[in-house]
């Protein structure tokens, strides 16, 4: 049962941008804060970015101020606007709730290479 599903990544070059999406389809959607996490192969996943049912916004310091991310709760969806994209920024990207998660969705391959 698909609970989340991400969209929106490729392959870009380094200096580019992408936007990602997120469906969510959970029951009063707008109270829980959510997240977007990124996994390379070999690595541990990583929260890189989150937003509070109130809107505040927290990124981990290597995507902060190039990384966005927003909610619209009217369709149950989370975005993250990648700017100014690096190399190292290459991973598969997932969004999930913070405080209470679902399964993991099949993710979205971001690739930055030139």
């Known amino acids: 049962q698909v609970q989340l599903v991400e969209s929106g990544g490729g392959l870009v070059q380094p200096g580019g941008s992408l936007r990602l999406s997120c469906a969510a389809s959970?029951?009063?959607?707008?109270?829980?804060?959510m997240g977007w996490y990124r996994q390379v192969p070999g690595k541990e996943r990583e929260l890189v970015a989150q937003i509070t049912s109130g809107g505040t916004t927290n990124y981990v310091s290597t995507v902060r101020g190039r990384f966005t991310i927003s909610r619209d709760n009217a369709k149950k969806q989370i975005y993250l606007q990648m700017n100014s994209l690096k190399p190292e920024d290459t991973a598969v990207y997932y969004c999930n709730y913070l405080s209470s998660p679902v399964d993991w969705g099949q993710g979205t391959q971001v690739t930055v290479s030139s």
């Open positions: 959970r029951s009063f959607f707008s109270i829980y804060a």
